[in-house]
């Protein structure tokens, strides 16, 4: 079986866009759990501001029954990770691959990639927030 996610690596990034064919990392994660997940979030311009973004974020996951896991909580398969740091905001979502881990997010230099958990996150401020079962 092919994972869901196969689809997505090499689109462009483009500020403000939900797909198809280009995303920021907000609108990735809006087009992943509408298409894959059958969930809505409210849309969610990232800019400037890290904390209005942060908070409308995390705003936009409650809203849509996820709820923030304890810090030190292990990722898996779709959940939202939000990563932080003092320069940067960024999200994504959470693939289980061959029994690795990995971050699929669209970054202004690269697009949308795949990347293992560890290079995604590294020097991040990490925080899961997942769909009760």
């Known amino acids: 079986m092919t994972h869901w996610a196969v689809s997505y690596p090499g689109a462009a990034y483009r ?3 939900d797909g198809p064919d280009a995303f920021d990392c907000w609108g990735l ?3 992943v759990f509408r298409h894959r997940f059958d969930v809505e979030f409210p849309p969610v311009i990232i800019g400037d501001d890290g904390v209005d973004n942060v908070r409308a974020i995390k705003q936009s996951a409650r809203v849509s029954g996820m709820r923030p896991l304890p810090d030190g909580a292990l ?5 939202i990770v939000i990563m932080r740091s003092r320069v940067r905001l960024h999200c ?6 061959a029994g690795r881990t990995h971050v699929l997010h669209a970054a202004h230099e690269l697009g949308v990639v795949r990347q293992p958990w560890r290079d995604a996150t590294e020097g991040m401020t990490v925080e899961l927030w997942r769909k009760p079962a």
Do not use: K, M, T, Y
């Open 92 to 97: 994504g979502v959470v693939l289980e691959l």
């Open 15 to 17: 500020s403000g866009c």
């Open 75 to 79: 990722p898996a398969d779709g959940d």
């Open 29 to 31: 994660v809006r087009h």
